[in-house]
Structures are given as structure tokens and as C-alpha cells.
């Protein structure tokens, strides 16, 4: 979101899902667009790779080692 709820803030956010595929959970990062919007992509990336590591302990699958 770019400064949807509060101007000068930015955030990124990835779907948690359980076992069954439905979505329990979020991940979010939240932070002055400053500074997030410069790192959206390592922010993203970071936030998929731990929403996907959630999610295997969920049963999604083996947990793997994060990047």
C-alpha cells in the first residue's frame, strides 16, 4: 500500500495459508515510504520467503532454508 491509510507510510504485505489452502494469516511491513519504497523488492522478497517458510510449518509442505 502506498500511503493508503496515512500519508508518508508504505507497506507490503503476503497471504499466510493453512493446510486446507485458506488464508489464516499475514505478514506485513510497515514504514516510512522513505525509506521502505527504496527497498521494496528485498522487503518482498524477504516477506514471501518467511510467509512460505510459515506456511510449511502449517503443513503447506517441508520447511526449507530461508535465502
Do not use: H, I, N
Amino acid at each position: 500500500m502506498d500511503e493508503e491509510a496515512e500519508p508518508g507510510l508504505y507497506s507490503l504485505a503476503v497471504p499466510v495459508r493453512d493446510f486446507k489452502r485458506e488464508v489464516v494469516a499475514a505478514l506485513q511491513v510497515v514504514g516510512p515510504k522513505t525509506r521502505l519504497a527504496a527497498r521494496r523488492e528485498l522487503c518482498a522478497s524477504a516477506l514471501v520467503s518467511w510467509g512460505k517458510w510459515l506456511e510449511s510449518t502449517m503443513g503447506q509442505g517441508l520447511p526449507q532454508a530461508l535465502a
